[in-house]
């Protein structure tokens, strides 16, 4: 037993680390670093070439996915560099490779994308989403002007003018609000409105590239922003009989979210929309039976821009009462009214651009680069 650990011990002293060729291990680190900054500048220079590209391909559909494919086909003239700069690629292998092009990719990428970008490059124009609450309204309401102004580098109030025309084509002296990316604008109905009145107005938006964006839009005072369809006669009062079973339809000119009416200036009660009309009965809580009472009617505007949480809203109230007389029947007032269902923020995900295509490029290098260094380790 002894003898064999002193085999043993003379055999493992008999073991020589192998001769350290520093020279070697110098000319390869030397190599490396070279072959890296040159995929460096290589994909410094493909980007500035992408660049100019990506400018000449403005509106093109397939415009990034032109440019993605200029990246990748330029990746083996790496290999002509190297060769043509009498660098030695002996044992270069597949973990050299590899690293080369990976630098030139993420190079090429990231330049890429922040030469098309703010502040070096810019040619999207503010975008302007507007909403008119409501498009129709009664002589004595308000109507609110509300739009969502966006733009990738900004824009700043001084940036928005704002244009508004009476229904004689007069421009009207307009203060507008505009935060957080929201601009505002009330008009309050002059108190000697009658008939019908068209307001027009015009937004400019320009960043501070010089883009400009316009859009234009209109309103309307009416006395028929609601009115009564049937029964007639209801304007006057006592005005006309009514029972459980009565149709009573009401016109609206905008398009609203909610409808609904008081009778003598109780609880609202909710109204469905028909094919044509809004549709209700003395049928429902709110009516009593064997009475003259006063109806009251209400129009609810409610609007979330995309991806933006609050809401913007104005009402139609209108300027006419009407007047009923109710019967003695047993059904008046003994249901319950509609529930009308109210919108929320709408939100929508970013189409997925090349950004994207950046992102997954991303994870497979970055993949890659775990496989190898796990075979190394084993290796």
Not at 235 to 261: C, E, H, L, N, Q
Not at 290 to 314: D, R
């Amino acid at each position: 037993m002894a003898k064999k650990r002193k085999e043993k011990t003379e055999e493992e002293l008999d073991f020589k680390l192998p001769k350290f060729d520093e020279e070697k291990f110098l000319k390869r680190e030397h190599r490396n670093i070279k072959t890296l900054f040159i995929s460096f500048l290589f994909g410094s220079v493909i980007a500035l070439i992408s660049f100019s590209f990506w400018s000449l391909l403005s509106g093109s559909t397939f415009r990034w996915e032109l440019i993605l494919l200029l990246g990748v086909f330029n990746m083996p003239w790496l290999k002509y560099l190297f060769l043509k700069l009498d660098i030695d690629l002996t044992d270069f292998g597949r973990k050299g490779w590899f690293g080369s092009y990976a630098i030139y990719i993420f190079t090429w990428l990231i330049v890429l994308i922040i030469l098309v970008n703010p502040p070096f490059y810019d040619e999207e124009k503010p975008r302007v989403d507007i909403v008119v609450l409501p498009g129709m309204q009664e002589p004595g309401g308000t109507v609110s002007i509300v739009a969502h102004i966006i733009d990738n580098v900004g824009v700043k109030k001084q940036d928005i003018s704002f244009t508004l025309l009476d229904p004689d084509g007069k421009q009207i002296a307009a203060d507008f609000t505009f935060d957080d990316n929201i601009f505002r604008y009330t008009h309050e109905s002059p108190d000697n409105l009658t008939g019908d009145n068209t307001y027009t107005f015009k937004i400019t938006a320009k960043d501070v590239s010089g883009h400009i964006t316009e859009e234009e839009g209109s309103f309307r005072y009416s006395n028929d922003a609601i009115k009564l369809a049937e029964p007639i006669g209801a304007t006057i009062a006592p005005g006309p009989a009514v029972t459980y079973s009565t149709d009573i339809k009401f016109d609206v000119g905008s398009d609203v979210i909610r409808f609904y009416y008081t009778v003598d200036d109780g609880d609202e009660i909710n109204i469905t929309k028909g094919d044509d009309f809004y549709v209700t009965s003395p049928k429902y809580e709110g009516w009593v039976k064997n009475k003259n009472v006063t109806v009251k009617s209400y129009a609810e505007v409610i609007y979330y821009f995309t991806n933006y949480p609050l809401q913007f809203n104005n009402t139609i109230v209108d300027y006419e009462s009407y007047y009923f007389k109710v019967s003695d029947a047993i059904e008046i007032g003994g249901e319950k009214p509609p529930e009308i269902s109210l919108p929320g923020p709408r939100y929508v995900g970013a189409t997925p651009g090349f950004e994207v295509i950046v992102f997954i490029l991303s994870l497979i290098v970055v993949a890659l680069i775990f496989k190898y260094r796990k075979k190394d380790k084993k290796t």
